[in-house]
């Protein structure tokens, strides 16, 4: 029998990795705290719950602006530096969960849902064209790419619902519905499957569409899923 996605911790107290200590805790709405001390940490704006008053919040440019700014997305990132700690919350219930990169590995997240990364992990981006059209719009939409660059580092993500995490051997396929997925490994494939279902019934029929992820590497899946809004 295959194995079940497995429940990520929902709290984590006391972690060292990638120059920080880090906490997570709350069931429902749940808060990060990082010590920044000894590395920097940049995150999105709006999620910034409290800070001690040691901690500067300044910017944070990213790699490849005008691309960003062409494709309306933003073109910096606050980030926190000095002695102390800050903590951060998203205004929904969910699931923070940490991804600790090694030197050169590498994540590839669905947009909206990062929450915060240190200092020595790159973030960029690619645009997806032809999947799962029917849900995100014409035009596609975005995976953010985070990579170990000068080092250890972690990305912190926020699901909604509860996190799972399923580890495919390679060649493993997993079918997960399109709203449901949060992250993936670089050596995860992943397609559209579209099946077309039919009753006979004067011509009624209808589409079923899943997201195909085929191993070898990590997927994290979200029990709450997830369609954002497009302009299309």
């Given at each position: 029998m295959?194995?079940?996605p497995?429940?990520m911790p929902?709290?984590v107290?006391d972690?060292?990795?990638?120059?920080?200590t880090?906490?997570i805790?709350?069931?429902?709405?749940p808060?990060?705290?990082?010590?920044?001390?000894?590395?920097p940490?940049?995150?999105?704006?709006h999620?910034?719950?409290?800070?001690?008053?040691?901690?500067?919040?300044?910017?944070?440019?990213?790699k490849?602006?005008?691309?960003?700014?062409m494709?309306?997305?933003?073109?910096?990132?606050?980030?926190?530096?000095g002695?102390?700690?800050?903590?951060?919350?998203?205004?929904?219930?969910g699931?923070?969960?940490?991804?600790?990169?090694?030197?050169g590995?590498?994540?590839?997240?669905r947009?909206h849902?990062?929450?915060a990364?240190?200092g020595?992990?790159?973030?960029?981006f690619e645009?997806v064209?032809g999947?799962?059209?029917?849900?995100?719009?014409?035009?596609?939409?975005?995976?953010?790419?985070?990579?170990?660059?000068?080092g250890?580092?972690i990305?912190?993500?926020?699901?909604?619902?509860?996190?799972?995490?399923k580890?495919?051997?390679?060649?493993?396929?997993?079918?997960i519905?399109?709203?449901?997925?949060?992250?993936?490994?670089a050596?995860?494939?992943?397609?559209t499957?579209?099946?077309?279902?039919s009753?006979?019934?004067?011509?009624?029929n209808?589409n079923?569409?899943v997201?195909r992820f085929?191993?070898?590497?990590?997927?994290?899946?979200q029990?709450?899923?997830?369609?954002?809004?497009?302009?299309?």
């Open positions: 295959p194995s079940l497995e429940l929902t709290e107290s972690e060292t990795f990638g120059g920080v880090y906490h805790a709350g069931e429902l709405v808060v990060l705290s990082v010590d920044v001390t000894r590395m940490v940049y995150f999105e704006h999620i910034l719950l409290w800070k001690n008053s040691t901690i500067t919040i300044g910017l944070k440019s990213l490849g602006a005008l691309k960003r700014m494709a309306g997305m933003q073109i910096f990132v606050t980030e926190a530096s002695a102390g700690i800050i903590a951060f919350s998203r205004d929904g219930p699931h923070i969960v940490p991804i600790h990169l090694r030197r590995e590498e994540i590839q997240v947009e849902q990062f929450l990364a240190t020595n992990v790159d973030y960029t645009r064209r999947l799962a059209t029917m849900l995100f719009g014409q035009s596609g939409f975005f995976i953010d790419r985070f990579r170990g660059d000068t250890d580092g990305v912190w993500l926020h699901g909604y619902g509860n996190v799972f995490e580890t495919l051997a390679p060649g493993e396929t997993i079918d519905e399109p709203g449901g997925w949060l992250f993936k490994d050596s995860v494939r992943m397609e499957k579209i099946d077309r279902l009753s006979g019934f004067f011509g009624a209808m079923f569409i997201n085929t191993g070898p590497g990590r997927v994290g899946i029990s709450m899923y997830l369609h954002m809004p497009t302009e299309e």
